[in-house]
């Protein structure tokens, strides 16, 4: 389904659910499968930390290469939505409330609504959860991973994507303010002023410090300034030119578009400027870029690398994607054992192929989207070329539902991611939280 369709329905479908009373979602159990798996949640692993980021990504990558996911999966996803409207990262027991104040994050509520967005048929989910990201935005027009936390890239950019896939636009979303996301990211791209090898890339944050330049906030801010999320239209789509550099005729400033330290002023600019970056580091580390955890061995990191992919495709940039794209395929890159059995990891690269258009059934190779199905309930159904019988979870025959009947299924736009996810924003979420919390 086009995603504009969608789109135009969501706010009727969200007061026609109000009106009818829409019934609510199931609470998460423990099935009886030799993993012990919750009904519904992809992932044998713990789902402490990702389990929402997770689902998410892997409903968006299913979707977007016309599989339609398992009910079940969806309820799930929609059962781990607080009473405000936000999510955590993953909630064993939704017959709990939600802490508002720390157990709830800006990341998983922003990739729960993207996905939840694409699927359809969960309008009033969506709904609370754009009210939840609409209460909690900052004074600079950004968001923190928590409620009331310093703006970060990474967060911020999450946010504008849920917005994206919901048809508002991010650039009108402004605080009490009038600052918008955009501003928010804006301050935080390093200009003419910074080191020549970190110019156009975003910080994490400045709530301490001098900016610091970070590839994972850039992969996620280049793809957000485009006011885009995890799934867009463009895919496989190439201008015909690399990205634009930002450009400093005395090193100091004084670029063409840009401020007096050389931060582009508008988010084209910005975007052109971020992705230019990203090329060139990836080109000095043969395609795709490198672990920024701290204390990390040198080592590739292949969330980050998909998400560059990701945003590269978004900007139109499908040939300069290729490159990162091909190295993540190749046998020696090490991508494929990363994301065995892992649905996020395996939801980002599938993610990233569709959006360069690539194959991401013919993975150098592998086919992802058989892989991750695999790590969670059987599909409702398959495009061609799928592994889906047609049939559902339940072994009966199912056809795919719109949005405007009410169904789960739907595939909506075409993909870039994410996934955010992020990690995504690398495994942003997962990776974050595990350093934070």
């Known amino acids: 389904m086009n995603i504009r369709r969608s789109v135009a329905a969501l706010s009727l479908c969200a007061a026609l659910c109000a009106a009818v009373g829409a019934a609510a979602a199931p609470v998460a159990v423990a099935d009886d499968s030799p993993a012990g798996r919750s009904e519904g949640l992809y992932g044998a692993k713990d789902p402490k930390f990702d389990g929402v980021w997770r689902q998410s990504l892997a409903l968006l990558a299913q979707d977007a290469v016309g599989v339609t996911p398992a009910k079940s999966a969806i309820d799930w996803l929609t059962g781990q939505s607080c009473a ?19 157990g709830e994050f800006t990341d998983a509520t922003a990739a729960a609504i993207q996905a939840l967005a694409a699927v359809g048929g969960r309008a009033d989910t969506v709904e609370k959860g754009i009210g939840w990201l609409k209460s909690h935005q900052n004074e600079d027009g950004g968001w923190g991973m928590n409620p009331g936390g310093p703006s970060d890239a990474n967060s911020t950019s999450a946010a504008i994507g849920a917005f994206a896939a919901t048809g508002q636009d991010p650039a009108k979303v402004n605080a009490k303010g009038g600052k918008s996301p955009y501003d928010a990211l804006l301050a935080l791209q390093l200009g003419c002023s910074a080191k020549a090898a970190e110019r156009g890339a975003f910080a994490y944050t400045a709530d301490k410090g001098k900016p610091v330049a970070n590839e994972l906030a850039t992969a996620s801010a280049a793809l957000a300034v485009q006011g885009k ?22 090193g100091k400033g004084g670029a063409d578009g840009a401020d007096g330290a050389g931060t582009p002023k508008d988010a084209a600019k910005a975007a052109e400027a971020a992705l230019a970056h990203l090329s060139r580091v990836m080109s000095d580390t043969d395609m795709h870029l490198k672990s920024a955890l701290p204390g990390a061995k040198d080592q590739p990191d292949f969330g980050g690398t998909a998400d560059a992919v990701v945003a590269l495709a978004a900007g139109e940039h499908s040939a300069t994607a290729g490159k990162p794209l091909q190295w993540l395929q190749g046998k020696d890159s090490g991508a494929a054992a990363w994301a065995k059995g892992d649905p996020g990891a395996l939801a980002k690269l599938i993610l990233a192929a569709h959006a360069a258009g690539a194959n991401p059934r013919d993975f150098g190779g592998a086919d992802l989207v058989q892989q991750l199905n695999a790590t969670g309930p059987k599909p409702e159904a398959a495009a061609p070329g799928g592994e889906s019988d047609g049939k559902n979870e339940k072994g009966e025959k199912s056809e795919k539902k719109s949005d405007d009947d009410g169904g789960v299924g739907g595939v909506w736009w075409t993909v870039g991611v994410c996934a955010v996810a992020g990690v995504g924003i690398g495994f942003l979420l997962s990776g974050r939280k595990r350093r934070q919390l």
């Not at 867009?232 to 450009?247: C, H, I, N, W, Y």
């Open 84 to 102: 405000d409207g936000g999510f955590a990262a993953y909630r064993a027991d939704t017959s709990k409330a939600c802490d508002p104040k720390k």
């Open 229 to 250: 999320g995890f799934v867009f239209e463009t895919v496989g789509k190439d201008r015909g030119a690399a990205p634009e550099p930002l450009s400093c005729a005395d």
